[in-house]
C-alpha cells in the first residue's frame, strides 16, 4: 500500500517556468522531508516540514505542510536546468519514513 | 568527509548465488538504514540499526540478512538472489532517531543489483 501518493509523475517544462508538484496521502504525518535525486546519486535531503501549515523557502523553492499534515507541495519559481531530478517526499509515521515514488523533473534550456 | 561509501556501484548476479552489498559511513552516526528502489515504488526499508550490534527489521526483509559489528559498517547480504531482488539499494545513516527532528538521512550512492 502507497502511504504517499505524489503528482504528478512525470513534468517536462522549459527554463523560466513554474511549478507545482504535490504528495498527498489519507494518513497524518508527524513531520515531511522532501529529497531531491540526481540520475546514479541517492537521495539528497532539501528540508523537513513539522508544524500543520509550515511554510519554507529554499532559494527558489517553496515548501508547504497541509494544515491537517496529510499532504504537502513543493513550488519552485523560475525553474532552472539544474532543478532537474526526482523529487521524492517522506512522510514520519508509526515510527518510520514512508517515502512516496517521486516526480520527475526535467528542466529543458 | 567521504559521507556514506557503498560499494559495489553495480553487479550481475545469477539466480542463487550469493553477494554482500558493502556500507561504510564516516560521521559517527549511531542509526543505519537500507533501502531498495524499484522504478515507480518508492523507497522500501529492508533492515534497519540504531547502533553496534543492534538490527530490526524493515518494510521488506525477506531475502536479505544485515549485521552491525562496528558503527561505521552495515553490510547487507543476500544468500540465494532472486530475479525479484533486481533493484538499486541505498544505505543510509542519520546522528539523530529520525522523526525527533529536522535531521534526514545521509545516503550512499547506491548499487545497482540485476539478477539474472
Known amino acids: 500500500t502507497q502511504l504517499l501518493e505524489q503528482s504528478p509523475q512525470f513534468l517536462s517544462i522549459q527554463e523560466g517556468e513554474n511549478l507545482t508538484v504535490y504528495c498527498n496521502s489519507s494518513?497524518?504525518?508527524?513531520?515531511l522531508q522532501w529529497y531531491r535525486q540526481e540520475p546514479g546519486e541517492g537521495p539528497v535531503l532539501l528540508v523537513t516540514?513539522?508544524?500543520?501549515?509550515e511554510v519554507k523557502k529554499l532559494k527558489r523553492l517553496t515548501f508547504q505542510f497541509g494544515d491537517a499534515r496529510k499532504d504537502s507541495s513543493l513550488h519552485i519559481t523560475a525553474a532552472q536546468p539544474g532543478d532537474t531530478g526526482l523529487y521524492l517526499c517522506a512522510g514520519y509515521n508509526f515510527n518510520k519514513f514512508y517515502f512516496g515514488s517521486g516526480t520527475k523533473l526535467n528542466v529543458k534550456p | 568527509n567521504a559521507g556514506v561509501t557503498q560499494t559495489p556501484k553495480f553487479r550481475i548476479l545469477k539466480i542463487g548465488q550469493s553477494m554482500t552489498l558493502q556500507c561504510t559511513q564516516d560521521m559517527n552516526h549511531n542509526y543505519m538504514y537500507w533501502y531498495r528502489q524499484d522504478p515507480g515504488m518508492g523507497l522500501k526499508l529492508i533492515y534497519y540499526s540504531v547502533g553496534a550490534g543492534i538490527t530490526d527489521k524493515g518494510e521488506v526483509p525477506n531475502g536479505y540478512n544485515v549485521s552491525r559489528s562496528t558503527t561505521e559498517d552495515f553490510p547487507l547480504r543476500l544468500e540465494l538472489a532472486a530475479p525479484s531482488q533486481t533493484s538499486v539499494y541505498f544505505c543510509?545513516?542519520?546522528?539523530?532517531?529520525?522523526?525527533?527532528?529536522?535531521?534526514?538521512?545521509?545516503f550512499g550512492s547506491g548499487t545497482r543489483l540485476t539478477v539474472v
Open positions: 543510509a545513516s542519520s546522528y539523530l532517531l529520525l522523526g525527533t527532528g529536522e535531521e534526514g538521512y545521509t
Open positions: 516540514v513539522v508544524t500543520g501549515g
Open positions: 494518513s497524518v504525518f508527524s513531520s
